[in-house]
């Protein structure tokens, strides 16, 4: 069995009560992100009320460990900084944790040695706007050391990777090779048998993971039984530059794959960084339907542009500084631009963006002759732990406004495989499909049409993202080409969204519903989108035929969703004590169509300042859990900036609250302060949602001028 401190085992009870012993700015998140980059690159610190870098270990977002540790020596004396390893042989410090900060792309620990302070930064790039860069499936740490003391020390740092990291079922077998000469130390380790497009866990069966440094003066390596290679670096300060050809299961002896720098004699002025770079590659990477029921084998973007892994490690760790130096700007401009609502919420978009953009990869196909067609441009997102489906339209759109924020053209790569599927004829629903694959990485369509039938919500979705990006970016081309399947969902629409039947919305949990007032807006605001399109590509006479549908629909719906015994709009038509989050209204006021009346906004607004609970306002009156993304949308059109507040406290408090010890949660009790039972949503991409009050300041176009962010137009 694996050994681990005691402290780990005693985590999950200890964990409820434990104060913090170091600073947190801006607060200690139940989950801390280390390297989070795609749905597979995803390792996280689970925390509670407060775990330290070396009280834990290192966890994929569904919980499962994977193995991660960090050795110091100073003058002599060994220190763990990273994880929570057992070696029975040698004895060793722990390191004292000073402080822990996060930015949009960083989480940077200060951990102190003896005389000597740590910095240990994680760096997971957003690259948003470089599509080579931000779909390479590698992500930083990097350790730097000074003298606390004012003295000089000599300080030597080492860490290993286990091979936890290539599958989510420890008893299978893997191998490894290790490159030990030229400028990079590499050590690779895969599944000796893989399954092509398979998971176990959420973890991918096939492909390699790669542990990486530069070949610097001093650098060792060695790989082997966990116990014996750590022990080497703390008995001895390097690695002895042995492999082991051992080829056995992940949890027989171990396995892992060190990597060690003498970083010679210490002062007060900051170390160079050590830098590592850690990666998991995969090809093919999606496979995808298309056309007559043909399977196509999709590559992640970076493979265009690097013919080996080699190649990508060696730029990857080139680019560190110029990569560190493009992150803190991008984090800087992401605090100014949400810090302009408040620091509460500046703190909740910073902790969502990595998760969020880390929910999708970057995809291009190869042309008849094997070359890479890098003009054919396809994003896939998994619907990562309420689902393992491929491209959800009701997950895509409440991540939308990230994608608003960093690259509009990231939408359009996301909404263009859902597009084409359906345009092929192979989905048999006169609605939108509710997703592309039930299995991640399996985009193999529905052509039984038994898919999750979500009809108005999944139709009003796509039409109302497909405007959207048209109108941040000014490019109509994918209107133009695929107005027939969105005048096909309008039309489905028109039929049935006034009056819903009985069917489920994206809140699927709670259940299905006839008349669902939220839902009646969704489709409502779809119909005004489809009549801007129309708009758009040049049919005056259909623009006005839609926006005269909407528009008389908004005041026969006023009729039948207004409550009878109460100022405020009802969950669904006739009962009238219900309520919920109009979340739904952000689609009206993202696309500027003005259709439903200022009185509407007002009345719920000044009903949710008095119906808010503890941890914030409901989904609706069926249950007391209410959803994070949900609650900043709605908070995006409140017309008082006291309930807007309340909205961004509640989340505040549910991602710093220590109820919780997973990644980034979006669903959660609004008495209790803690998770549902049944439903403990992790890691999924929906939080690029919180950025929904940033985007109002992005209203009219993407700059192409500016790299990072999509730009206010005055």
Do not use: C
Request: hydrophobic share 40%; proline share 4%; charged share 15%.
């Amino acid at each position: 069995m694996r050994l681990l401190n005691l402290s780990v085992l005693l985590f999950p009870l200890a964990s409820v009560v434990q104060a913090l012993t170091w600073t947190a700015t801006p607060f200690n998140p139940a989950s801390i992100p280390l390297a989070v980059r795609t749905p597979y690159l995803s390792a996280w610190l689970p925390q509670g009320t407060g775990a330290a870098l070396n009280d834990v270990w290192a966890e994929f977002w569904d919980g499962i460990i994977v193995g991660w540790a960090g050795f110091v020596k100073v003058d002599g004396v060994p220190y763990v900084f990273l994880g929570a390893p057992a070696v029975p042989s040698v004895s060793f410090n722990k390191a004292t944790q000073i402080s822990f900060k996060f930015t949009s792309t960083q989480s940077i620990f200060v951990l102190a040695a003896g005389p000597v302070d740590l910095t240990v930064t994680f760096l997971s790039p957003v690259e948003p706007t470089d599509l080579v860069k931000q779909s390479i499936p590698f992500s930083y740490m990097t350790v730097s050391a000074a003298s606390n003391d004012g003295g000089s020390h000599s300080v030597q740092v080492y860490s290993d990777l286990s091979g936890e990291w290539t599958s989510g079922d420890e008893t299978l077998t893997v191998n490894w090779t290790s490159t030990t000469s030229g400028s990079i130390l590499t050590h690779q380790v895969q599944l000796t048998n893989p399954t092509l497009f398979g998971e176990v866990n959420d973890h991918t069966q096939y492909g390699s993971a790669f542990y990486s440094t530069p070949n610097t003066v001093g650098a060792t390596y060695q790989t082997g039984a966990d116990i014996n290679v750590r022990a080497q670096f703390i008995s001895n300060g390097v690695l002895a530059n042995t492999l082991d050809t051992d080829f056995r299961a992940i949890n027989d002896n171990w396995p892992v794959f060190g990597l060690a720098h003498n970083l010679g004699t210490v002062t007060s002025a900051a170390s160079s960084p050590v830098v590592y770079s850690v990666g998991r590659i995969r090809d093919p990477a999606i496979e995808y339907i298309i056309a007559g029921g043909a399977i196509q084998n999709r590559t992640l973007y970076f493979l265009s542009e690097f013919s080996t892994p080699a190649a990508v490690i060696a730029e990857f760790l080139d680019d560190y500084s110029a990569a560190l130096t493009r992150a803190n700007t991008f984090d800087a401009q992401v605090q100014t631009d949400a810090s302009a609502i408040s620091a509460d919420y500046a703190a909740v978009v910073a902790l969502s963006i990595r998760q969020a953009l880390a929910g999708i990869e970057i995809t291009i196909s190869k042309t008849s002759t094997g070359a890479f067609n890098t003009s054919d441009i396809l994003v896939f997102l998994k619907e990562i732990s309420s689902d393992g489906n491929v491209n959800t339209v009701d997950v895509i759109f409440p991540a939308w406004s990230v994608f608003l924020y960093t690259n509009p053209a990231l939408g359009k790569y996301l909404l263009e495989p859902l597009f084409r599927y359906q345009a092929s004829g192979q989905y048999p629903n006169k609605w939108s499909v509710h997703d592309i694959g039930a299995i991640y990485p399996k985009a193999l369509g529905h052509n039984d049409g038994l898919d999750e039938a979500m009809p108005v919500e999944e139709s009003g979705n796509m039409v109302i993202m497909a405007l959207s990006y048209a109108q941040k970016s000014g490019d109509t081309a994918q209107l133009k080409q695929y107005s027939a399947l969105l005048d096909q969902w309008t039309q489905f629409l028109i039929a049935d969204s006034l009056i819903p039947e009985n069917q489920i919305s994206t809140d699927d949990f709670a259940g299905a519903l006839a008349n669902q007032t939220n839902l009646a807006i969704k489709g409502i605001v779809g119909i005004g989108a489809m009549s801007k399109i129309w708009s758009l590509l040049g049919n005056a006479a259909q623009s006005a035929n839609y926006s005269s549908i909407a528009t008389s629909y908004v005041t026969q719906w006023q009729n039948f969703a207004t409550s009878t015994t109460g100022a405020h709009l009802t969950l669904n038509y006739n009962n009238e004590s219900s309520w919920g989050l109009s979340y739904n209204l952000f689609g009206d006021k993202l696309l500027g169509l003005g259709l439903f009346p200022a009185s509407v906004y007002a009345e719920q607004t000044e009903w949710y300042a008095s119906h808010a609970n503890e941890f914030g306002l409901i989904l609706d009156t069926r249950h007391t859990y209410t959803k994070t993304d949900w609650q900043l949308l709605t908070a995006s059109w409140v017309t008082t900036t006291a309930v807007r507040d309340v909205l961004v406290t509640a989340v505040t408090d549910w991602v710093s609250g220590g109820t919780w010890n997973g990644p980034l949660g979006d669903l959660y009790d609004t008495v209790s302060g803690g998770p549902v039972s049944g439903l403990e949503f992790r890691a999924r991409p929906v939080v690029g949602g919180h950025l929904a009050l940033v985007r109002h300041f992005f209203r009219t176009g993407y700059r192409s001028d500016v790299r990072f962010f999509a730009q206010l137009v005055v």
